[in-house]
């Protein structure tokens, strides 16, 4: 997952909203610990999880959005006034989210260009991962495009 979360940060852009979804253990903090080493150029930075803190920011890449990773683990329902409160709407505007539980966001808190990257088991294999990228929005569908173009 940390290389696929490599890959991903290769093509990111301010704004860029990623949802992470899977069951626990299936690989979200892998992916997103993946995403943001690439993202800083600091391999050995240590990425938790941030089911406790809930957002953890990382500002360390010169020049660079700011990437904020976001576990939403805990919460019930985040309507937008939960969202204000925790700062994603500045977030999902400026910076690069990554978001862990992302159907924890109401509607009306959640972003309408995001790319859904779904993680499951693939049954009797442990260490596989079956990953499904979707995007949402014409930002998404339009990278997608263009990057599917010539294949």
């Known amino acids: 997952m940390e290389t696929l ?8 852009q301010p704004g860029d909203v990623l949802f992470l979804q899977g069951d626990l253990g299936c690989g979200k903090t892998c992916l997103a610990r993946g995403f943001v080493r690439a993202h800083t150029q600091l391999t ?11 957002v953890n920011t990382y500002d360390d ?22 969202a204000a409160a925790l ?4 977030a999902f505007e400026r910076g690069i989210t990554l978001v862990e539980w992302p159907e924890r966001l109401d509607e009306t ?9 779904r993680m499951s088991y693939v049954e009797g294999e442990f260490e596989t991962r079956h990953v ?11 990278r997608f495009a263009e990057n599917t173009k010539d294949q």
């Open 5 to 12: 979360g490599e890959r991903l940060a290769q093509g990111r």
């Open 132 to 142: 499904e990228l979707r995007p949402v929005g014409q930002r998404w569908t339009s």
């Open 87 to 90: 700062g994603l709407a500045a």
């Open 61 to 82: 890449a010169p020049d660079t959005a700011a990437v904020y990773h976001v576990d939403l683990y805990r919460l019930s329902t985040v309507t937008e006034q939960d």
């Open 44 to 54: 050995q930075l240590a990425v938790p999880s941030p089911t406790y803190l809930l």
């Open 109 to 117: 808190s959640a972003p309408r260009e995001r790319l859904e990257i």
